[in-house]
Structure formats: structure tokens, C-alpha cells
């Protein structure tokens, strides 16, 4: 395995032209950001979208925390149970359903940005949008990958146990056991198309084989 060091700017830019290849071969490009939160996925899923329109493509942000499940499922074990947050926080068929399947290759590109706000506890009542074919959509999350679900590019970024484990807050800290066992059981660098270790965020590293 080979670590680089490369540059915020740089990763961003990179991860543009992958998408931009992705985009050859399929009607719209689903792009998926794994990492768990303090790896913070979110930010670089933000950061393509400028890139991403530069290029002259249409691009929907989404993140799997507004794909959540209802609390009477999630915490039916407890609010810190690992195996839960791992197994049945992401209602997974809900973000086939609505968000994926209609990116399919003869899709209708009509996506709902949103279901559940988890903190309210019920349905956003989001409308829906259309992304025009060539677009791109931009998911963030953590724990995506081996879920069978469908994408034309995933990247994931990754951190060693002790760096998540420094960098995730007190009160989350329950959630590291899900985290060793998505690394024991889907092993996302190797699932990923593109993985970058982010120990430090500041300084990510592309990680090749």
C-alpha cells in the first residue's frame, strides 16, 4: 500500500475528474463520500460542487443523515448501540427508492433531497427536484459502502482507530465499535473506488494499493 500526500485543493480536483470520466459511460454520475463524521465527508462533498458545475454539470447535494429511520427503529436497542447504528440507522431502501433507482440508466431523474429530520422525528415533506441527465449527484455519509447500493464513483476516507477515536466527539464516541466492525467486515479502502486517509483532516493522503 501506498500512501501520498496531496493537497485539499488538489484531492478536490482529482475527485472532479474522476467524476468527470464517470460521466462518459452513464446518464448521471451518483458519487458517494463514506467516512465517518470526523473524517468529515460532508465538506468534501461540498467542496465538488463548484468544481463539479465548472465542468458544466448539473449537481444535487444529499446527505444519507436526512435518510435516517424513525427513532421508534433506530433506538429500539438503546440510544448507544453499535450494532444498531450500523445494521438500521440508514433506512438504506428508502435512499434506493428515492434517491438512487431513479438515476438508474432509464431513469426519470426525479430525486427526493430529503425524507426524515431525525431530530424533529418526522418526514421533511421535501418536494421533489429533477436532476437533468448529465448531472451529478453528491452523497455524503458515513457507513455506505457494502449495501449493495448503486454508484458510479465512492471514495472513502479513512481513519486509523486512533485518530477516530481523537477526533470523535465525547458523546459519539459510542459509535467506534460500529466503525471496527464496518472496517472488519466491508473493508471500505478496498470497496472504495478512491480512498484517502484523513488522520489528520487537514493533510489527506490518497491511499493506493
Do not use: C
Request: charged fraction near 25%.
Amino acid at each position: 500500500m501506498r500512501v501520498t500526500p496531496i493537497s485539499a485543493e488538489r484531492l478536490t480536483a482529482l475527485v472532479a475528474d474522476r467524476v468527470e470520466q464517470a460521466a462518459r459511460n452513464a446518464p448521471w454520475v451518483r458519487v458517494a463520500v463514506d467516512g465517518a463524521a470526523a473524517a468529515r465527508p460532508g465538506a468534501l462533498a461540498d467542496a465538488l460542487v463548484g468544481p463539479v458545475r465548472l465542468r458544466g454539470r448539473p449537481v444535487l447535494r444529499v446527505s444519507a443523515a436526512d435518510f435516517l429511520r424513525p427513532a421508534s427503529i433506530r433506538l429500539e436497542y438503546g440510544r448507544q448501540d453499535a450494532d444498531a447504528f450500523h445494521d438500521l440507522w440508514l433506512d438504506d431502501g428508502a435512499l434506493l427508492r428515492e434517491v438512487l433507482a431513479p438515476l438508474d440508466p432509464g431513469g426519470s431523474g426525479r430525486v427526493l433531497p430529503s425524507l426524515w429530520d431525525a431530530v424533529a422525528d418526522r418526514a421533511t415533506r421535501a418536494p421533489y427536484t429533477e436532476l437533468p441527465p448529465g448531472g451529478v449527484l453528491l452523497l455524503d455519509g458515513p457507513l455506505l459502502l457494502g449495501r449493495w447500493l448503486p454508484f458510479e464513483l465512492t471514495v472513502h476516507l479513512a481513519m486509523g482507530p486512533g485518530a477516530l477515536a481523537r477526533h470523535t466527539a465525547g458523546a459519539e464516541r459510542w459509535t467506534l465499535p460500529a466503525f471496527a466492525r464496518y472496517e472488519e467486515e466491508t473493508r471500505p479502502r478496498e470497496a472504495a473506488d478512491l480512498a484517502v486517509k484523513v488522520d489528520d483532516p487537514r493533510h489527506p493522503a490518497l491511499v493506493e494499493p
